[in-house]
């Protein structure tokens, strides 16, 4: 049975994620007792907003993933890291416009 306690690394992460980046934009966050050393942050319609993020946990941009969703109408972009002994998954998810733009033409 995972423990209030067991959450213990991520909750951490977070506070000093909120410490050290108060101006980055809020993102959903994501704790769970199947993946407890885990902390999920995404960020939802604005890949700006992804991007900042990205910077701050200082995860390699040739390591992000970028795939579609919702028939190709969405881009959802993920990434990795370990920050201070947890592991961070980064997701942002925006509308897809090279579709909208191609089905307005």
Do not use: K
Not at 1 to 29: E, G, I, K, Q
Not at 80 to 95: F, R
């Amino acid at each position: 049975m995972t423990t209030f306690a067991d959450l213990s690394r991520p909750l951490a992460l977070l506070r000093l994620l909120s410490a050290d980046h108060p101006d980055l934009p809020a993102p959903h966050v994501g704790v769970s007792p199947h993946h407890p050393h885990c902390l999920t942050l995404s960020v939802h319609g604005d890949l700006g907003g992804f991007e900042a993020w990205r910077e701050a946990l200082a995860i390699d941009p040739d390591a992000v993933r970028h795939n579609t969703q919702s028939g190709g109408t969405t881009l959802v972009l993920t990434g990795s890291a370990t920050v201070a002994d947890a592991l961070v998954e980064l997701v942002g998810y925006a509308p897809n416009l090279a579709l909208v733009t191609t089905a307005v033409a």
